[in-house]
């Protein structure tokens, strides 16, 4: 699956999932005074992705399929990819005035389980990098 839009994101968090917020079940995260926050907040990733302005910084293109997705789900292997990553971040705290954004927090967390499963992969003998693979490719096609 290719990059979503943000509109097709806030529908696809209408599809009667089971949600509570402080003990009480939640019909709408969308519209949620809370909840509806946070997503809202999540918009400014979608919007630096959809905008001219943004596109060629915050898309990119994935070898192997062709389809498109978030920059912030680049693992970064080269200095550049650094760079680009900080470019990216730096213009979504502009457009957002604020701090740092969702996916930036949540990728850079990702990419922390990708180095320690390995490291526990090669000296526990243990099988947690392709699971962490996974879930990162699941957030990945996500978004």
Known sequence: MGLKSFEQHRLDLRDGREVYFEGERVADV????????????????????????????????????GEPYSRFYRIPETAEDLLKRRELIAAG?????????IKEIGTDALFALHIVSDHMDKHLGTSVLPKVRNYFDTCRSGI
Request: glycine share 8%.
């Open 30 to 65: 969308t519209t949620h005074p809370v909840l509806g926050t946070g997503m809202a907040f999540a918009a400014i990733d979608y919007r630096l992705a959809e905008g001219k302005e943004h596109r060629e910084l915050a898309v990119c293109t994935d070898p192997k399929t």
């Open 93 to 101: 705290a502009r457009v957002n005035a604020g701090p740092p954004l």
